[in-house]
């Protein structure tokens, strides 16, 4: 009954046509597409020592950058299990809100090919500072909030292109952009127009920049300070 309510919930927020959520099971094998961690995760039977091994593998991969947001998983994951959503495997992660609550973030496959529709994200992804990159193609291709895709670092093909968008609040206030939209991308998304951004001519996770189409950008901000930040807010 929690698997049938689990998956209720989760299928409202499923948009595809005659795309339904399936959870993988322990003993059904998961093909080559994925990480062999994720196989390991499978063949685990408690929930704990799933949440054990996803958790060392965010430290050893992020456990300075993102040490809030690892604290709080210590604390309130739940378990983590595989799900399936048309061909594409994710994990699930099962996280306890303050308000004893619980909260579904996927983590994206970092094997899976996803620059569909973002040819100028794919030109820029070597200038990537090495650490969001390293999160990107060794733990999740992005971490969210299931049912808003937001709250967390996008995906790939949810990462937003700032030239792509018309910023009224430049014109609006008269301001100069201190920098280039045509290289910069938000990374995290609250979910309410406002992303952390990084411009990836010049890429320093020391000069990320608070966007927003209603307020005036906030410029040289420690880029995982914000996201560490703002993700454990989302879990609250």
Same mark, same amino acid.
């Given at each position: 009954?929690?698997?049938?309510?689990?998956?209720?919930?989760?299928n409202k927020y499923?948009?595809? /046509?005659?795309?339904?959520?399936?959870?993988?099971?322990?003993?059904?094998?998961?093909?080559?597409?994925?990480?062999?961690?994720?196989?390991?995760?499978?063949?685990?039977?408690?929930?704990?020592?799933?949440?054990?091994?996803?958790?060392?593998?965010? /430290?050893?991969?992020?456990?300075?950058?993102?040490?809030?947001?690892?604290?709080?998983?210590?604390?309130?994951?739940?378990?983590?299990?595989?799900?399936?959503?048309?061909?594409?495997?994710?994990?699930?992660?099962?996280?306890?809100?303050?308000?004893?609550?619980?909260?579904?973030?996927?983590?994206?496959?970092?094997?899976?090919?996803?620059?569909?529709?973002?040819?100028?994200?794919?030109?820029?992804?070597?200038?990537?500072?090495?650490?969001?990159?390293?999160?990107?193609?060794?733990?999740?291709?992005?971490?969210?909030?299931f049912p808003s895709?937001?709250?967390?670092?996008?995906?790939?093909?949810?990462?937003?292109?700032?030239?792509?968008?018309?910023?009224?609040?430049?014109?609006?206030?008269?301001?100069?952009?201190?920098?280039?939209?045509?290289?910069?991308?938000?990374?995290?998304?609250?979910?309410?127009?406002?992303?952390?951004?990084?411009?990836?001519?010049?890429?320093?996770?020391? /000069?990320?920049?608070?966007?927003?189409?209603?307020?005036?950008?906030?410029?040289?901000?420690?880029?995982?300070?914000?996201?560490?930040?703002?993700?454990?807010?989302?879990?609250?």
């Amino acid at each position: 009954m929690v698997n049938e309510d689990k998956l209720n919930f989760l299928n409202k927020y499923i948009f595809i /046509k005659d795309t339904q959520v399936e959870l993988i099971k322990s003993n059904e094998i998961i093909d080559e597409s994925v990480p062999q961690l994720w196989n390991q995760i499978l063949s685990m039977n408690n929930p704990s020592d799933r949440v054990s091994r996803i958790i060392q593998t965010w /430290k050893d991969t992020i456990g300075e950058e993102l040490r809030n947001t690892i604290l709080y998983l210590e604390k309130f994951l739940e378990d983590v299990e595989v799900m399936k959503i048309g061909s594409r495997y994710y994990m699930l992660y099962s996280i306890k809100s303050s308000a004893n609550k619980v909260l579904y973030y996927v983590g994206g496959n970092p094997l899976e090919e996803s620059f569909n529709n973002q040819e100028g994200l794919k030109r820029d992804w070597r200038n990537l500072p090495s650490k969001l990159r390293e999160f990107y193609e060794n733990l999740h291709d992005g971490f969210y909030y299931f049912p808003s895709r937001s709250m967390g670092i996008d995906s790939i093909e949810n990462i937003t292109y700032l030239d792509d968008y018309e910023w009224s609040i430049i014109e609006d206030e008269g301001l100069t952009p201190e920098i280039d939209l045509s290289r910069s991308y938000g990374f995290f998304s609250n979910g309410m127009g406002m992303y952390v951004v990084l411009d990836l001519t010049t890429p320093s996770i020391n /000069k990320a920049v608070l966007w927003s189409a209603k307020k005036a950008p906030r410029y040289n901000l420690d880029f995982w300070a914000v996201v560490d930040e703002w993700t454990v807010i989302g879990f609250e």
